[in-house]
């Protein structure tokens, strides 16, 4: 959906969990930066968890950095002392 908005013109902003970010990354890669589509895409809630084993938000930054053509900006995060 965002890759047709972009198509049209616009600049689709698209927020999705951490969770979907593996389900979404053909969208990412094969829709939005072969064809140069101009897209703001917003990853939240990427983190370790106990309670689920399969889906950890640990490898976002690297899978998205994978996609050359993306631009990425990642949450300062304070070092606690």
């Known amino acids: ?6 198509k049209n013109g616009l600049r689709p ?5 951490s969770y979907f970010s593996p389900r979404a990354y053909d969208q990412r890669s094969h829709v939005l930066t072969v064809n140069q589509l101009p897209a703001v895409i917003i ?4 983190h370790l968890t106990e309670s689920d084993s399969t889906d950890q938000g640990i490898l976002d930054i690297s899978m998205i950095n994978s996609i050359l053509i993306l631009n990425t900006w990642h949450q300062a995060v304070k070092k606690n002392h």
């Open 1 to 6: 959906m965002s890759a047709g908005l972009a």
């Open 13 to 17: 902003v698209l927020f999705h969990s």
């Open 43 to 46: 990853v939240g809630n990427g």
